[in-house]
């Protein structure tokens, strides 16, 4: 049995599946109109008419949006992970560099002079 060559409509289809979902857009877009396996094909590679056009283009639409509210929320809480682990990081930093003072006196005038190092221009030519 030779295989169809596939409509305009379904290259198109399935080029915004593969964005929206990459590897599995088959399955997702199954998912998304209710298809089961083998039936997304033969139901959307033909050329439908405008109303059901416009019915699979809203529900790509809608995918996609929803698609793009997900990645916004997996970057934010991507991003929140990040700053704990800074803050942790920067915690720890902390508390090895204050075991290494003998004295609160070392660790203010150490302090003192990274402060001015980082924001007096020309404080470690000065201090040499």
């Given at each position: 049995?030779?295989?169809?060559e596939?409509?305009?409509?379904?290259?198109?289809?399935?080029?915004?599946?593969?964005a929206?979902?990459?590897?599995?857009?088959?399955?997702?877009?199954?998912?998304?109109?209710?298809?089961?396996?083998?039936?997304?094909?033969?139901?959307?590679?033909?050329?439908?008419?405008?109303?059901?056009?416009?019915?699979?283009?809203?529900?790509?639409?809608?995918?996609?949006?929803?698609?793009?509210?997900?990645?916004?929320?997996?970057?934010?809480?991507?991003?929140?992970?990040?700053?704990?682990?800074?803050?942790?990081?920067?915690?720890?930093?902390?508390?090895?560099?204050?075991?290494?003072?003998?004295?609160?006196?070392?660790?203010?005038?150490?302090?003192?002079?990274?402060?001015?190092?980082?924001?007096?221009?020309?404080?470690?030519?000065?201090?040499?």
């Amino acid at each position: 049995m030779k295989r169809r060559e596939p409509t305009k409509t379904w290259i198109w289809f399935e080029s915004w599946l593969r964005a929206a979902y990459d590897k599995s857009w088959r399955h997702k877009g199954r998912d998304l109109f209710n298809f089961g396996a083998g039936q997304m094909r033969p139901a959307l590679d033909r050329d439908l008419p405008e109303g059901r056009l416009r019915d699979v283009e809203r529900v790509i639409a809608d995918a996609l949006r929803q698609r793009a509210e997900d990645l916004a929320r997996e970057a934010a809480e991507a991003a929140a992970l990040a700053d704990d682990f800074v803050a942790s990081v920067r915690d720890r930093r902390s508390t090895v560099r204050a075991a290494e003072f003998k004295s609160f006196q070392d660790f203010v005038e150490a302090c003192g002079r990274e402060w001015c190092a980082d924001n007096v221009e020309g404080f470690e030519k000065e201090a040499a």
